[in-house]
């Protein structure tokens, strides 16, 4: 794939949207799983960057013996902390290559999680098939129709189904993606909704993602029939001093980096 000529804000189709994530996932797994493979750990089910483990934070309730679907799940770590724990676990991604990285793990972690290939907006499971559904930073922000996505997840959930999921906190759209002090003032209207995109020489959009409002987000929860019981703003630990693009100590204690909603079908 093509290195990105230019970067900007403007308005990029759906099925644009997924090519270019589809490719620049494939095209970066590698380096990402270098990077930050340690991090995530194998079985592991890290929610973002500021470090929140779901063996402490406990946002799925119990999942032993109850089928359990990752919504983005790249290389399958979170996936593969809930088989571990004795979920019924699946996932699926867009990217083939993460989901090659996925099954290199399972034979090196002797952990296996199920997964496929597959578009969040058309997850390809029955309705009612599980119980509960999660996605760290996976698929919500890299798509142009998040109510499509959300309105699946509904589908496939059984009544009374949770579905919990993080994303880069709306706030943070107004800042420059800069770890730095650089980072720390505002260079852009929080209500601005055009997503970030990078394109290569020829102007084909290779990477996207997408930008909503709390607001946005509390709407698009509503209007896919689910109910939102939860919102969590994690804060920085202390002592955690490992930066991730724009996530970073000296950030984390002004502003906040990640929301995490829990919703009820």
């Known amino acids: 794939m093509a290195e990105a000529a230019a970067a900007g804000y403007h308005e990029v189709g759906a099925e644009a949207t997924a090519r270019a994530n589809r490719g620049w996932w494939d095209s970066a797994a590698d ?12 079985v592991g089910f890290v929610w973002c960057p500021e470090g929140l ?6 946002l799925l309730g119990e999942v032993a013996g109850r089928r359990v679907l990752e919504v983005g799940c790249g290389a399958g770590q979170a996936g593969r902390w809930l088989a571990a724990q004795g979920a019924q676990a699946t ?12 099954r290199r793990i399972d034979e090196a972690s002797g952990v296996r999680l199920a997964a496929v290939q597959a578009d ?16 760290a930073y996976g698929a919500l922000p890299f798509v142009a129709d998040a109510g499509a996505v959300l309105g699946e997840v509904r589908r496939v959930l059984r009544p009374g189904g949770r579905f919990v999921f993080s994303v880069t906190h709306p706030v943070r759209w107004a ?10 003032t505002a260079d852009r209207s929080y209500f601005d909704r055009r997503p970030y995109v990078e394109t290569a020489e020829d102007g084909t959009p290779t990477y996207v993602e997408h930008h909503r409002t ?19 703003e994690p804060e920085w630990p202390k002592g955690h001093r490992r930066a991730w693009n ?18 009820e079908a």
Do not use: N
């Not at 483990?53 to 406990?58: K, L, N, Q, R, V």
């Not at 969040?120 to 996605?135: H, N, Q, T, V």
């Not at 509390?218 to 939102?228: F, P, S, T, V």
């Open 31 to 42: 380096s990402y799983q270098v990077e930050h493979g340690e991090f995530l750990r194998d």
């Open 53 to 58: 483990d779901e063996a402490a934070a406990g």
């Open 91 to 102: 996932g699926f991604d867009l990217s083939a290559r993460q989901l090659r990285h996925s």
């Open 120 to 135: 969040a907006r058309r997850i390809p499971f029955a309705d009612a098939s599980f119980d509960l559904a999660c996605s």
């Open 175 to 184: 800042f420059p993606d800069d770890p730095g002090r650089r980072g720390l």
């Open 214 to 232: 709390m607001g946005d987000w509390i709407g698009l929860i509503a209007g896919a029939g689910l109910r939102l019981t939860g919102l969590l």
């Open 246 to 263: 724009g996530w970073s100590p000296l950030r984390g204690a002004l502003i906040p980096g990640t929301a995490i909603f829990t919703c």
